[in-house]
């Protein structure tokens, strides 16, 4: 599985709502204008285009590009996707100024009778090999298996609460392959009871200053794409993220590096904070440093109470860590530069 750090815009393609008969009537959309050259400036370009639902013959893909900057990039991607009857939906260009690298994010749609998707690999290969791309990545979510993650968690529920029920409600395209802990939780619980009705693995691993078990949960987590912690308050060691190799996403509170130690929201809201926030980052070694994902931010005011605070709190992190996953498996991150992301 591809690194892949990042956040920056929302997607950029509307869905319309048309009957089957309307769809039939209506033209695809209109084709990628062609782009030859890019200016060594700042952009930024967001290229959206409107259609109705795409025939059901149809299927969507997704593919992201990160290579040298060059002549022609954005006409030969294009070109890729046209050449085999694919038609690109949305498409977001971003070269930062003096760096002499370019990033993209398409969503295009076609037919996979008539462009396979090993062709479709091979294509995107050559592509690749062309322009020296240090990360190019196609993703065919209706075809290819679903990101497998384990969640690790600690004695705070509502993260993992909630990308329980975002998984079961679809809303996160994960399989939850087991829920690691080092707070043990007894069986008439929601988070067991939920875990046992869907037959997902949940593992207590008690844990102390000398021993943080990381060599059973290499075991338990090795067949995985991606970690997440959710609220996990046991800090991974260097060896533990060299050894695992994929991707970690964090969520902390966004009260950091203001209010540390235990219990922050308590020492927030006695002084007064006017804005709260949460923030999703990648983990490295340094810690609570790793590339940004996403950040969420509100307003409280003395109306609030601390019930009320807290409360605000823990809604930004569960928002923010589902927003970041999210943004994540449809391969809307990338890396950039050495401790930053881009987010399309």
Known sequence: MATVYAVEK?????DGRGSAETEQRTAMA???????????????????????????????????????????????????????????????????????????????????????????????????????????????????????????????DHCLVDLLHGWQDGRLPVDITCVISNHYRGSNTHVIRFLERHGIPYHYLCTTKENKREGEML?????????????????????????????????????????????????????????????????TEELDAGPIIEQMIERVSHRDNLQSFVQKSENLEKQCLSKAIRSYCELRVLPYEEKKTVVF
């Not at 929302?10 to 509307?14: F, L, N, V």
């Open 30 to 156: 209109r084709r990628l204008p062609h782009v030859v050259g890019l200016t060594k400036m700042c952009r930024n370009r967001k290229i959206s285009f409107k259609s109705l639902d795409p025939p059901s013959s149809l299927t969507h893909g997704i593919h992201v590009f990160y290579c040298p900057d060059a002549v022609g990039i954005v006409a030969k991607l294009s070109d890729c996707i046209a050449s085999r009857g694919g038609n690109i939906l949305a498409a977001d260009v971003f070269v930062p100024e003096n760096k002499q690298v370019f990033y993209s994010r398409s969503d295009f749609v076609f037919d996979p009778v008539k462009w396979p998707r090993v062709q479709m690999e091979e294509d995107f290969l050559k592509l690749s090999q062309t322009f020296n791309a240090i990360r190019s990545v196609v993703r065919v979510p209706a075809l290819d298996p679903k990101y497998k993650i384990a969640v690790l968690a600690s004695k705070q």
């Open 10 to 14: 929302e997607p950029c393609y509307k």
């Open 219 to 283: 075991q338990l987590v090795q067949n995985t794409d991606f970690l997440v912690l959710a609220r996990y308050m046991q800090i991974l060691s260097g060896n533990f993220l060299r050894s695992y190799g994929n991707d970690i996403i964090n969520i902390h509170h966004g009260l950091l590096p203001s209010f540390k130690g235990g219990n922050p929201s308590k020492q927030a809201f006695e002084a007064g904070v006017k804005l709260i926030g949460a923030t999703s980052h990648f983990v």
